[in-house]
């Protein structure tokens, strides 16, 4: 019998949970609908209930359960501030109370952090990468980064939200990376410029129905060769490459890995962030060897990083190390 | 007997030397001229001279040299690219040379890590500290940043370059925090408004002659009240506050030391600088418990930081359990 670990991926629309071998290979999975307006104390219940479910039945130990939650979450204490996606809650110790559920070792990872873990063992930055960013741009845009093989949390574990890093001056005002690249603010500003009077392939996309514009259907409208889509997705690739040089000049990595919603746009997005990068770069130094490629794992990516929490005691040793040991 | 680090800060006006206990006192310490335009073999030769010096004469092991230089620099290879202030360096494998001539380890730092490095072991940030964040702003805008008690250099030592980071100005102009905020800026910005045609007791200052101004005369007419000195002032002080939002979004740290010649201006930076950290920052929990404050070390700052470099092996092990080790 091998020892066994139980991950659990807690989201907005599904939680799934699975059973893992030390190896980060899924033996068992299951999932069910979060349904979040149903209150928090129903949620709990089929956490608890999908934990059940994958827990080992031939007496293996189980080293420890890892979650994948959404941010802010605080990873030292396993409590998960207020997410936006999970209406209603603020302040819930849910690491807390899986470990009294199950009297296991239970370690908490926000979505970003967890999928740079995922990826470094087992993903894109499988190898012997030290030196990590992990990039997410969707509705959001947030990142994990990994520096000499140990996850970077920080005092409270609030590090590496490259989201809110202030950006945008124009007339004084200031913004934020996420609010002026990620997808609402690319819907925004189509629907801003729609009823200025602009034409747009979008207008059809929606039925006419301008509250219907997202992130996603800018993205649509853009791969169809709408001249506004592709003008607003530009400028987000760009303003993701000006975070992304932030980034390199602080963080000097081997590897820079976009993923999310908008980054499946390709190259619509990945021209004009490469571009930013090696315009406004310092020297060609931080870009010249620097691999910048997609995530690999797709939809597990969660599940297999919130196991390697575990593997990690929540990020805190040294990952290479860890992987060296496992042949991961 | 004790064992002996040498300590060396490679500066562009002086060259300074020390013998260190491990403890981290001077010994005994020399310093002569650089005269960079003499030729960097005639520095090379300086460099050694002040390191026979300062040898220890009664046979005390030497544990190595550690060196503290002007960026950029490769702290695994030891070579200085091409720093600004020692006109006709490039690519000198200073690290080599003298590991060649005193047969010893020797660690080569920038100087903002090495002060970040210092500021940690010795200085303001001196404790408990594990996440540290050290600013310099002066003739440029430097940090060097301590994460999980290591110092934080990535995969070329071309990590926490903070001065290098974009911001977004008005009209799409793209420019760094160091171009628009340190020293030199606020210089050029004094003279164009004088030209412009607003009054200034700068112009006094410099006895009319606008070629004279720089960032330390404007600081002193800020101190005197001169209100186009003390607007320039104030909005390098809230950039700078800015680029400290970004370190807090990607680090989390639980200290903030700004130092360098700016900074001297004590309030008339600092209060603009934290009024940016409370407006900007995304949640209170970023800046709530950080302290922010100036550096405790002065002129010794480079030499401290340079002989902690052989401590931790060059900034790689982890600085907690160094100074604990020795009662630091």
Redesign the interface.
Known sequence: MNDIIISIDLGGTRIRAARFNTHLHILERTETLTLAHEGQAAVLERIKGLVREVMPADGSKVLGIGISAPG?LNPQTGVIVAPPNLNGWHNVPLGGILREAFDLPVYVGNDANVAALAEYLRGAAKGNY??IVYVTHSTGIGSG?I??G?L???????????G?????????R?S?LENEAAGPDMAAQAVKRIQAGETSAIVDLVDGDLSRVTGSIVGHAAQQGDPLALEIVRRSGM?LG?GI???L??????IVIVGGGVSTLGDLIFTPMKEAIER????P??YQ?LVITHPTLGEDVSLVGAAALVLTQGG?MDITAAAQKLAL
């Not at 970077?152 to 490259?162: I, P, Q, S």
């Not at 000049?249 to 081997?254: A, D, G, K, S, T």
């Open positions: 802010p030290r030196h980064i520096t000499e140990k970077l949390l920080g005092r409270d574990g609030l590090a590496a939200e490259v809110h890093i202030p950006l945008v001056f124009d007339q004084g200031i934020t303003l000006l040089v932030t980034l000049h602080l963080f000097n990595p081997e406004y770069a310092h020297d130094a931080y060897d805190g």
